[in-house]
């Protein structure tokens, strides 16, 4: 937050892609966007973004019908569980089914799956960049989207790349998705 201060003292675009952010943080991000133009993204990667965008245009009978399972898998040296990145996944799926709620993990006997489930699952081990998967899962058929990072590089391009699209922006609150509509 520090440096969203410096970013509104010299008037100048910034990108954020932290996801342990809190309320008060997220606040002070809002108010900055009043000043100068904020890129906020939990992935600054193409493909997770074009993920991201698939899951708000998905056929509504895949959040109606299916059960929906979201696992990622990092290298073992990552802190948070799940992933931001399986975070907003959630999000934008809890935003399309109904009764949406989240179980992290299965363990135990009672696990009966309860209507709007959507189930986390965190694998972490190696030196494993990212790979993050939904799971739509039918009555005798199943669908998967996963998106697999072979190297931290890409989301340092991520970074460049928004980095020169937000550089001409009015000040506001924009994401990789924005990004990515605008060609």
């Known amino acids: 937050v520090n440096m969203v201060k410096f970013a509104v003292q010299h008037l100048k675009p910034i990108i954020i892609g932290t996801t342990a952010l809190g309320d008060e943080d997220n606040k002070k991000i809002l108010e900055a966007s009043h000043k ?14 074009v993920i991201f965008a698939m899951l708000k245009k998905l056929p509504d009978i895949l959040y109606k019908n299916f059960d929906i399972e979201i696992s990622e898998i990092h290298h073992s040296k990552k802190k948070d569980s799940p992933s931001g990145t399986a975070r907003t996944m959630g999000k934008i799926i809890s935003e399309r089914k109904e009764n949406a709620h989240f179980r992290y993990g299965r363990e135990g006997n ?9 189930g986390f699952h965190s694998i972490r081990g190696g030196t494993v960049a990212g790979i993050h998967t939904v799971y739509f899962l039918g009555d005798d058929e199943s669908i998967e989207i996963t998106h697999r990072v ?8 991520g970074a460049i790349a928004a980095a020169k699209w937000i550089f001409k922006k009015k000040p506001g609150i924009y994401s990789m998705q924005d990004l990515i509509v605008s060609g």
């Not at 072979?150 to 391009?157: G, N």
């Open 150 to 157: 072979y190297s931290k590089r890409i989301f340092a391009i």
């Open 110 to 118: 009672e696990l009966k799956r309860e209507s709007g489930e959507i």
């Open 36 to 49: 100068i133009a904020v890129l906020k993204a939990s992935n600054m990667s193409v493909g997770t973004n």
